[in-house]
């Protein structure tokens, strides 16, 4: 009879450690993750050092102005390279505070300190990870042999946010925190609207589809003509007003809808506004933790204009994300009742949500 | 030559981590288990959330006055239903903060918001936990099966407080703390005077038999004629007299005695005496740590009499109660040497570890 | 190409906690382990409890003035029976404060409390550890069946600090401390000069032959003729000068040589000055965290001096060991990489990790 309703992942999915351990091994290490502004790292041997499921990865860039990464780790004992999270490389090399190994911002070993056997600096190299930049942000992707990189023109989603000067923006504000849940509720958060009316009543007042609880086909980012923000309502602020300025390369439907939501599982999302961008990342601790990243993007000459100020646009935005933060860990806490095996997806409201799920059995059932 | 000391229970029983996980499959997700006094839920819709190994427990009282027991978890996407510990729900409906499905006080969904469909309240009601009422105090059983409800007329076991108004008492005072300890190593220092001349010197005074290291049969029930309170002392109380009125149920015998116990394994006793009750009750938090609960209880009257005090009865309590915490700390804290595979049991002082040990591994070897 | 790079152990031995269970069983719990100075009892009774692996060891001294070592637990029913890090048994007896079980110190149950039936005090003895004392050092060894005293005649090893008054001297420093590493990562440390010309340069003017990155073979005690102190350095000081007088039982080659290595892994090495002797013991907490114990040791005519003090011998040997520690820190949070399977040894100055591998291997595959 109630059969409209279709099941959720098993609760296990949410708080067992084993299958975060088996996440991280076939899904997490398996994908391209975000981990930052490729502006960060500007002048040549600059690095920084991200770490993710218990792997420290360096960034850096290299003497012909590549983005260029490698497990922080060097191969004569496994010293840690980088002790702080940023800085810069002196004089083009990599080297190990321990024992003086040496290496290029290229990776190869120059140098074994005091030994006078000729070396093969290839085969003792760092441990690379592959990176890539799209749009300003850079990526990286911790397996051997990594999927095509993303906003090929192969790949037509990326396409929802070409007219966003998305590489040219600067972060304007970011907002780190750990939420006492499993990633894939902050997920599973996101990809519906069914809590809007509940969670979210400033929101509902800017786009009043959401008061329905219904709302774009988020994953796959087809926007519904409906899906847009009220009339008047120019951007997600606190008073509805945009910030500053329009990007101007955007079209009339895209001002008019307010709002563009390009997906990136599993670690990433980003929300094309007319005046802003902000995009949210994260890292799961373990199994019930998840570290939050939220930024919000500005052109550059707005922040630097001293008449306006992105304040709207980022007290709207922590207002919302405080909102779901709560719902999450709300959801997270339920999670473990014995008799509690399995949840139920509401139609049409959760549909995102049983695509999500598809993905990420896919993914999961992939070796 | 020893022949004469019987073995206690392995010693791995009071540390390993696993045992205790099967203990709470067997054994405390399969008995009733005190979780308070019923009087705390005075009206419809008010409630309680209780925990008990990692499940959370909803108890409320519906339209009826009757008790009804639940998880704390919503049958959509399995949120926490209430994250206050106490409260009360308005209108008879208990509604998820997340997506706002609504329960009835019985458990039956009534509602799934923003959908049109016929549901089947029935087939997606709250869990439902078993629950009763005895002597005023709150039981629950987590299995699905539990055993026959406790103080039945069937079981003379429960006539030893027959007599003590306990339904109509209230609780005065209450301590909760945790030890360091499992939680039978509680039991074990409850079931046994052996160690009652060195470390309750206090108690001695007012029960002679306890100096001699021996007690009543404390876990079946049964006073021995000896074990009463000594000439000239009414309670345990600092000076051993009364801090009232003697309930007036009570028979010379019982007045006399100073003390009843009923134990009510794994996680309550009650000890009568003729002018309060105390009750004790503990839940595990893991293998090595134990959550005690503490109540006296009194008659309201008494309580609200502006000439006395129960302080007297609360001090000596809470002083036997800190030097059993010691004890218990510093029994779990040697339990853990490598060569100690097995303790000893000394006859006859510790025969009811004995009985209790024969209770404990019927109930683990019962699936 | 780099066939001159001999593989170091496998990564997972400095992180992996079932690598750390193992090595408790088959090596911790094997081996004499230093626990103290002999002087630290010097009454009957006298007791000090140590903890290692999880195992409370209660040392202490009997009525014929012999050191006696027993698990800190009761045969009863497994107690603690001491809760204090060191104190006194009064009137010769070791009582368990729960139900006062008594042991002699020799561990001999003397008395059940309450119990008339005829007991066999050695069957339910303490349950005993072996010690032995060696140059005024206390070692215990878990094992039932120990290898052989240290420092036996038929060991030449122990003969290299033959000339020192090592059982004389008290310990006028001590520095307890954690680091965040596997315990191996500080023998590797300790067993390499190939760090010392970047870490430690101070220490590198003392000593020429550091600079070269070469060290004496410490782990097998034979000094090269080369590693001694600089001409005109006298010891290991702030500023080279001997902080009093010179062992007078000295060799002149040890005087000039400037200082001696014993190490007796796995838990503590000694190093012996002209004026000073300074011993490191150390303990694992976990497979990433391991406690340092660092002591100095001087004549006692010495420490009493009030023209003479120790302290430049103090703040050199702080000095060296706080910028080692931060190196063993670095070493171990490289090491849990993905790719990084084993590490590389350097020929010739790491070539005593290579024999300590092989020391650690034949330990491990002991049964």
Known sequence: MNAFLQKSLPAAAYFDSAIMEAEWQKLWFKHWLYVGRRSELAETGEYKVIEIGGQQVLLTQNERGELKAYHNTCRHRGSELCSELEGKFSGGRIVCPYHRWAYSLDGALLNIPFVDAQINGQELGLYPVHSQVWSGNMYINLSNTPPPELGQEADPYFSL??????????????????????????????????????????????????????????????SGTKDTVAEGVESWTMDGKAIGPIFPSLTPDEVKAGHVYLSLPPNQWIVGHPDYVRQVSFMPMDAQTTHIASEWLFSEEFLECPDSSPDRAIEFGELVLGQDALACEINQRGMTARPHKVGFLVAPQEDDLGKYHEWYRAAMEHK
């Open 161 to 222: 946010l070409d007219n966003w000067p998305l590489d040219q923006l600067v972060v304007g504000h970011r907002h780190d925190y750990a939420l006492k849940c499993n990633w894939k509720i902050v997920w599973e958060n996101y990809l519906e609207c069914y809590h809007c009316p509940g969670l979210h009543p400033e929101l509902c007042e800017l786009v009043p589809l959401y008061k329905e609880t219904l709302a774009t086909d988020v994953l796959d980012g087809v």
